[in-house]
């Protein structure tokens, strides 16, 4: 892999030639020529191997890291394709300036490696939808995916496993729309909307039918950790699941199905795309002991069964070790649980304390404020449970909580699976970094008041402005401020996004 130049050299150079362009006898040159002047000349300089990947379309430069696997269907293929002609495509991706200023990563180990890593942000892949036409996509990498790029005197169409280096000018990067990260995703630097960028994208998946796969992915992973009843298919038998379920859920009359480890089924028995388990209780020996399931949801590389479980990784280990610890807090502080309590019911109401985690085991949001201290530190500790309200307040929470919640007991452990049908959908829910300051001064107000007090105001502003002067003043009082900035991040949740809840009840 040839790494991106960012010798200083290199800095001085562009700044000669975008100075140079800039003093053209002609005012009227657009600064687009001007710009794609000087990225030409940037690439004769320091990558004149590239000068004959131009892409005509967007006018960019194109490196090829890794060709893809070659029986996968090309994203250009789909796109041109009338039925359907779009997909869902995850890519990796971190975007640089010319020098080589990181401005935008969604991998961990890049954003590590700049100090601007947070715990609270899940570092993977883009999903985004592709078609016939650009909707969400920084311009330039929807353009490299959809056309057939020309590599001297070869060409190559992205598909799955593909790894390309592109060049962009900022015509089509969108000018400052998509040209930075939010929730963590940001780079130690901002790059102005009108500048080139370099943006390094793999392709890691395309999904067809991003609704099917989810339910596959959730149904996948309850398979793999206990196994899944099937839904009921009797039209009498769906007409009394509630009271059926009601009954045997009884602490003396336990589901046989959930004696033995965790056997998930289907929400009142009859809806996909949902799963719950009431054996689940935090164990200190076990942490977050789940099979981690990954699939490819290509037509060429259908749905497998799990196919890796990430036992000896040291990354898993790590984060294990965190989970134990996370349920010693748990059982301190609500216990073992039991299933002996009264259930809930439809018009019940209850307060909730939960975890809410992606299916790999990042934690995305907890109201616990135990786990949150044990997570991210003291300052993020606050907690206060959630209020679940009957079906007819449906709206302040997630779906998933009105079909689950009426069927479960207070004083229980339980924990679901749901697809984002009954999540954040199609739009999930967008990572967010705000940054406040707030000022404080101290000190010199005591003195003030001293000075009133004793003498009275005008003996206090001889001494201010005459004899200390009121740059003095003015000096001193610049000693006494306190300046305290907050920078709150919140966890972004992708589109089509199964999750998990380990929840605990609690009567209002």
Request: aromatic share 12%; glycine share 8%.
């Amino acid at each position: 892999m040839r790494a991106i130049k960012t010798v200083s050299t290199a800095a001085v150079a562009v700044a000669a030639m975008l100075f140079a362009l800039s003093c053209v006898k002609d005012p009227s040159t657009p600064y687009r020529q001007i710009e794609a002047r000087s990225l030409k000349n940037w690439i004769e300089k320091y990558r004149p191997d590239l000068k004959d990947n131009y892409q005509e379309d967007g006018g960019y430069y194109v490196e090829v890291i890794a060709d893809g696997i070659a029986d996968s269907l090309s994203i250009a293929d789909i796109i041109a394709d009338e039925e359907p002609g779009e997909c869902w495509v995850s890519f990796d991706l971190t975007g640089r300036s010319l020098q080589g200023d990181v401005f935008i990563t969604r991998n961990e180990q890049t954003a590590r490696m700049q100090g601007t890593f947070t715990k609270f942000t899940h570092y993977v892949p883009y999903r985004r939808y592709i078609g016939a036409k650009n909707i969400s996509m920084l311009e330039g990498t929807y353009l490299a995916m959809k056309n057939t790029l020309k590599i001297g005197d070869n060409e190559l169409q992205m598909r799955y496993g593909t790894r390309v280096r592109l060049y962009l000018p900022s015509s089509v990067t969108g000018g400052n729309s998509g040209m930075s990260g939010d929730g963590g995703y940001e780079g130690s630097f901002s790059l102005d909307g009108n500048r080139p960028a370099i943006i390094e994208m793999e392709i890691t998946d395309r999904i067809n039918n991003p609704v099917a796969y989810e339910g596959d992915l959730v149904d996948a992973f309850g398979e793999s950790n206990g196994g899944v009843t099937p839904i009921k298919k009797d039209e009498e038998t769906d007409k009394t699941s509630s009271l059926r379920r009601a009954a045997i859920t009884r602490a003396d009359n336990v589901d046989e199905e959930e004696e033995d480890g965790l056997m998930w089924r289907h929400v009142r028995d009859t809806i996909p795309g949902l799963l719950v388990t009431k054996n689940w209780v935090p164990d200190p020996e076990k942490g977050f002991d789940y099979a981690f399931t990954y699939m490819r949801g290509s037509e060429e590389h259908p749905y497998p069964a799990v196919n890796e479980v990430y036992r000896d990784n040291d990354v898993y280990k790590s984060l294990n070790d965190l989970d134990k610890r996370i349920n010693e807090v748990l059982l301190e502080r609500f216990g073992k649980g039991g299933s002996g309590g009264k259930e809930i019911g439809e018009d019940g109401t209850a307060k909730i304390w939960y975890i809410g985690r992606f299916l790999d085991g990042f934690i995305f949001d907890t109201n616990i404020a135990e786990v949150r201290s044990l997570i991210y530190g003291a300052s993020e500790a606050s907690g206060k449970a959630l209020s679940y309200k009957p079906e007819s307040d449906k709206g302040s929470n997630i779906t998933a909580w009105y079909y689950t919640i009426p069927e479960l007991r207070y004083g229980e452990w339980a924990t679901f699976i749901t697809t984002s049908t009954f999540a954040y959908g199609a739009s999930g829910v967008s990572g967010t970094t705000d940054t406040s300051s707030s000022s404080s001064s101290y000190a010199f107000m005591p003195m003030y008041n001293m000075y009133n007090n004793m003498y009275g105001s005008s003996m206090y502003d001889y001494y201010s402005y005459s004899y200390y002067n009121y740059n003095m003043l003015n000096y001193y009082n610049s000693f006494a401020t306190d300046t305290t900035t907050t920078t709150t991040i919140s966890t972004e949740v992708q589109a089509f996004t199964p999750l998990i809840f380990h929840i605990f009840i609690e009567e209002e």
